[in-house]
């Protein structure tokens, strides 16, 4: 194990007034309810006591045991920095992206641009007044495509404000994310120095017809910001993957060499794949497309360059690194979400241990911090 460590994922678990108190007033009255219905069994109920419940993390001990639960609302340091903070201090994390857990559902899915960008103001100034005291956690906002003109806007604002990096829908905005309108943002955010991501919740999963089988739908198994059944796992890729890939081919990182990303919470057993089909792409079918012919590089060298990824713990990380090289992945421990595991410190770590020192320190650090400017 390092003795730095960039955790890639972690979030905070929000309440129905908390993104609302950070909207303008004009769009506060028109954000959905937060609907916290469908954050699994009891969510409701357990609203009544948590205000008790963070109280009470306020003098508890941090032991090192801390990831192994509760998780969710009670997981210390839920919705408080200075309780995070100490979460820090006990697990040695160094650097931490922190992301919304429910709060798109507030204004994401509008058709209203009103809406959509004022909520994306109030997330992006949330998330940036959460880590604000502690210079560890890194704030990731949100920076939908619908507009380019209003996300330039937008993610001006969001820097100033702080944040750290934008979340990305990886739904095409009714067109391509490399359409050429869409370079002026490219060039802000290259020019800025913040990244973008892309996370799970951020496109869509398996389409619902093909839930439908004339049996019982199996239920969520655990609610929450991210809800996924066994069949949306092997396709949850789908949608960045495509994302990315247009990125790619279309020339947007050609075009932004300085421009970094990353695809967090989403797997990446699929990224040994990409990288081949890209180049497969490149060389079979660029000879008859004269955007492919004109890219200097293959492909992959443009992922291998400016994009990251973040297994899952039950990823055979090893084999991901043996196969794509030691450059490409990150070290996450979705805190306080149940999907990054109860150990994902040793999980990892066990994972990386058949390697040389550098290409550990690589995975727990420095890819991280080089993706962010920490080194």
Known sequence: MTATIFDADSHVMEVEDWLPSFADPGVREQLAPLGLAKAGKGAAELMDKLPGVWESHKDQAIESNILEGPKGWLAPGALDTEVRS???????????????????????ASSDMDVLYGGTRAINR???????????LLPVGYLPLHDADRAIIELDLAAEAGVK???????????SPAHVDYDPVWARL?????????????????????????????TDWLGGGENLRAKDLPVLHHSPERFLACLVLDGVFERHPQLRGGAIELGASWVPAML??????????????PLIKELPMLPSEYVRRQL???????????????????????????YPHPEGGRHPFENFG?????FDEDTRERFFWRNGAELFGLV
């Open 165 to 175: 990096a934008v979340w990305m829908p990886s739904e095409a905005p009714g067109r």
């Open 308 to 334: 990251r990824f973040t297994p899952f713990p039950f990823e055979d990380t090893a084999w991901l690194v043996e196969q794509c090289g030691p450059e490409l992945f990150l070290f996450s421990t979705d």
């Open 86 to 108: 100490r979460v820090l201090d006990t697990l040695g994390i160094t650097a931490q992206l922190v992301f919304p857990t429910f709060s798109l559902g507030h204004f994401a």
């Open 190 to 218: 290259e020019e800025l120095g913040i990244p973008f991501v892309l996370h799970v919740g951020g496109g869509a999963t398996l389409p619902k017809a093909f839930h439908d089988n004339g049996r019982p739908r199996p």
């Open 126 to 136: 949330a998330m940036a007044a959460f880590c604000e005291p502690d210079q560890r």
């Open 276 to 289: 081949r089909m890209l180049d497969h792409a490149a060389t079979t079918l660029g000879k008859h497309e």
């Open 350 to 354: 066990a994972a990386m241990a058949g």
